[in-house]
């Protein structure tokens, strides 16, 4: 796979996993809401799709080792797939209890977590477990760091 569709797609999977993670719990927390919950995933479909990409785009074109044509390709796949892995987890909330949506969609974001942390260890040569347990932990935090800042605004200003 080309440079600029990795940095593409890692970085659009990843963003999107662990950011739509974060809004679903945190507004979970606050709203308990469906409908709160995929307006907020929409949002992030779209605006921050094209500022992550518009982010990569900036960061891609500050390096002298990347073509003009690299740097456009990294930015449509950032942008493709953020709002591709993002607007995913629109299905289980339509599907399931809020509740139980919110608990698929961390599995299965964790589990595409896992794969994509699987796949760059392989290819970097270090030990796979321990790029997991780093990528999962900080996708643990980013959830429980959300879901009690919901709390706290649920409380404080519901």
């Known amino acids: 796979m080309r440079r600029s569709f990795k940095i593409g797609f890692g970085f659009g999977l990843t963003s999107g996993i662990i950011t739509t993670l974060g809004l679903m719990v945190g507004l979970h927390s606050s709203t308990d809401s469906k409908f709160v919950v995929i307006g907020g995933i929409l949002a992030i ?7 992550e990409a518009m982010g990569i785009h900036v960061a891609t074109e500050s390096e002298n080792r990347i073509s003009k044509k690299e740097v456009w ?3 449509f796949c950032t942008f493709f797939c953020k709002f591709i892995f993002t607007s995913m987890f ?10 139980q949506a919110i608990l698929i969609s961390i599995v299965m974001g964790f589990y595409l977590i896992i794969i994509l942390s699987m796949a760059v260890a392989r290819e970097r040569k270090v030990e796979p477990w321990k790029m997991i347990f780093e990528h999962i932990g900080i996708s643990i935090v980013v959830i429980i760091l959300a879901h009690y800042a919901g709390y706290f605004i649920a409380i404080t200003f519901g």
């Open 73 to 75: 390709e990294a930015t």
């Open 90 to 99: 629109i299905i289980p909330v339509l599907l399931f209890t809020l509740h």
């Open 45 to 51: 479909a779209i605006a921050d799709a094209f500022g």
